[in-house]
């Protein structure tokens, strides 16, 4: 679990404006492009390993599933996998993914971003537990729960981030728009 949790600290800090301004300063041949695309790749090879060490792990079951638990799951992931393709959707896949240079975007708020600040968190958050409840083991509800902490730290230091970047805009769309589930959180 110490694995995941470096991985969830790497995952902010590098994305955080101050570090990736202090790299693309000290590396001056580095565009934000190629920092964005390595940083992608790092973080998707990052996500292979720890999903694979996380299947060969040995762990105790925390309940005996049934069918219905496996049909929840099962829903709770695929609904998670469409709301996270539909809110990457209302983005610039390709500066996201470092194939064009970022640029400065304007502030999006339609689509899913109408209902909740953090589509992909919260289709993400719906795959997660998708998971513990199709593989009830301990190390899937670890893992849970340190994402859960991840969220909620890497939500604040992302809103400080679009707070500088679109200020007032955001101030007025965070007190109207819950970040994860719609009218609750």
Known sequence: MLSWSLYFFLHSWLASLKIKKGILTKFSSISSRVYRAGYNIISFA??????????????????????IAEITGTLLMLAGIVIMVTAGLNYDLKSFFGFSEEKADSFKKNKLNHFVRHPLYSGTTMVFLGICIIWPYYKNIYLFIIYIIYLAIGIYLEEKKLVQIYGREYLEYQAKVKKIIPGIW
């Open 46 to 67: 990052g996500l292979i390993l720890l999903f694979w060490f996380q299947i060969k792990a040995h762990s105790l079951k925390f309940f005996d599933h049934s069918v």
